[in-house]
C-alpha cells in the first residue's frame, strides 16, 4: 500500500486521532485534520501533525477516518455531505458505550502516539454493502499502521466476543470488591465504588 498516494482526512484530533494522523504522516500520507475546537486543530497543524485543517479539502480526501463519538460522527457527514468526494472510503472507531474500546490512559492530541496501534488488535465490521476492496484498504491501513490482527466479524459476533473481554471482566471485579469475602479495609484500596448498606 502505496500511503504517498493517498490523502487522509482524521476528524476528530484526540488521542486516537492525533495517532492516526502521526502514524499516517509516517507512512508518507497527507493528511487532513479536523477538529471541533479550532485551537487543537491549529496546534496539530503547528506540530507538524497533519498538512492542512481546512474543512474544504476533504474533497481531497481518498480516506476519512472518523474518531468522534457515533453522534458526533452522523452529524458531521450530515452536515458536510457535499464536501465528500463520491468515492471517499469513510471508516469510523466510535463505540457506543461509555468506555472507550482503545487507547490509553489519559486523552487528547497531547497524548497522542503514532506507535499506540503497534501489535494491536483492529476489529472490522463491514456492512453487507460496502465494497470488497475498500474493506480490504482499510484492513491494509491497519496491518501498516502497526496493527497485529484485523479480523472482520458481524456486529453481533463483536458483541459476544466484547461480553467476554470487556462486559465479563467488569462484572467479575465489581462482584469481587463488593464480596463480603475481602477483609475490611481492602476496600480503600480499590479503584471503584462500593456498594454497602452502611456508610462505611
Partial sequence: MDFSKITAAVIGLGLMGGSFAMRLKELGAAVIGINRTLSTAEAALRQGIVDSIDISDLKHADIVIFCTPAKATLAFVKDHL??????????????????????????????????????????????????????????????????????????????????????LTHVLAAALINSTSLKEDTKYFTGCLLYTSDAA
Avoid at 121 to 127: A, E, K, M, Q
Avoid at 132 to 144: H, Q, S
Fill in 82 to 167: 457535499p464536501d465528500f468526494r463520491s468515492d471517499a472510503i469513510m471508516t469510523d472507531i466510535a463505540g457506543v458505550k461509555g468506555n472507550p474500546m482503545c487507547g490509553h490512559e489519559g486523552e487528547g492530541l497531547s497524548r497522542a502516539d503514532p506507535d499506540i496501534f503497534r501489535g494491536a488488535n483492529y476489529i472490522l465490521l463491514p456492512d453487507k454493502t460496502n465494497r470488497p476492496e475498500n474493506v480490504e484498504l482499510i484492513r491494509n491501513m491497519a496491518l501498516a499502521l502497526g496493527c497485529r490482527h484485523v479480523p472482520s466479524i458481524t456486529p453481533e459476533e463483536h458483541d459476544r466476543h466484547i461480553a467476554y473481554t470487556s462486559d
